[in-house]
């Protein structure tokens, strides 16, 4: 049988794709639009394609029991993803992973959550079954501003006061891999279940700063939650449209944090047999 991963070139699709071959639990392939630059283990079978050319998703998913998709954020992920879910259908897979995001249904106004909760919703009225993880914040966004925090002394992401329960990309895939492994393995398709994906601890802004601190052997100071701000200097290298829709989620990160459901921590860690990773293990291992 085969696992169809779809976002495979990225930072959790990467981690997808090597969990699913350490454990051999059933053919790989990864769908690309380059595959040139894919540079997977020669197990994998690479599909070239993209998300709005229904015909290679057809291709890429004939024969496939089991999809993993990842939508990356795009001005048209929404209609990305309801493409490969109507052609996931039409190709007769049961079994689907699907990467959303926490608390989508609380970030209402954020294109990005808003969008991934449409996809929740649509999964559920096609009768699919699937398992929806929703991660937090990704500890990895933080290798974008480890020149500001050595360089200025400062922790400049507009995170609040409510707290961020930040996991780890390795972490993330692992999971996947888990429950890809755990669909494609039943006897028969299973119910929707979703999965809140979150680090070990809630961290807010002045947390951060200190973790930096500790790390670095120096004080390192959270100067605050200006999210105008933090929408100029990402205009600086991405759209505009992206760069507000990040704002808005910060600003969604100062009314309401990242905050894990009872019980998260310690089913993610049943699930892993070991614990997750810390925050302060990544920066340690990105400031080395």
Known sequence: ????????????????VEQLLSRGAADVRALVRDPSKAGFPTAVEVAQGDLLDVDSLRRAMSGVSTLFLLNGVVADEYTQALIALNVAREAGIE???YLSVI????YVNVPHFAGKFGVERMIEQMGLGASILRP??????EITIKDVVTGYGIYPMPIGEKGLAMIDARDVGEIAALEL???????TPLPINRINLVGPDTLTGNDAAAIWGDVLGRTITFPGNDTA???QNLRQFMPGWMAFDMRLMAERFLTDGMIPDAGDVDRLTSMLGRPLRSYR???AQIVD
């Open 103 to 106: 608390h989508s249904d609380i």
């Open 229 to 231: 701000g933090f929408e």
């Open 1 to 16: 049988m085969t696992i169809l991963v779809i976002g495979a070139t990225g930072n959790v699709g990467r981690n997808v």
């Open 136 to 141: 937090a914040y990704y500890m990895d966004n």
């Open 95 to 97: 079994r689907i992973v």
């Open 281 to 283: 293990d990544y920066v």
């Open 181 to 187: 492994i755990r669909r494609e393995q039943s006897a």
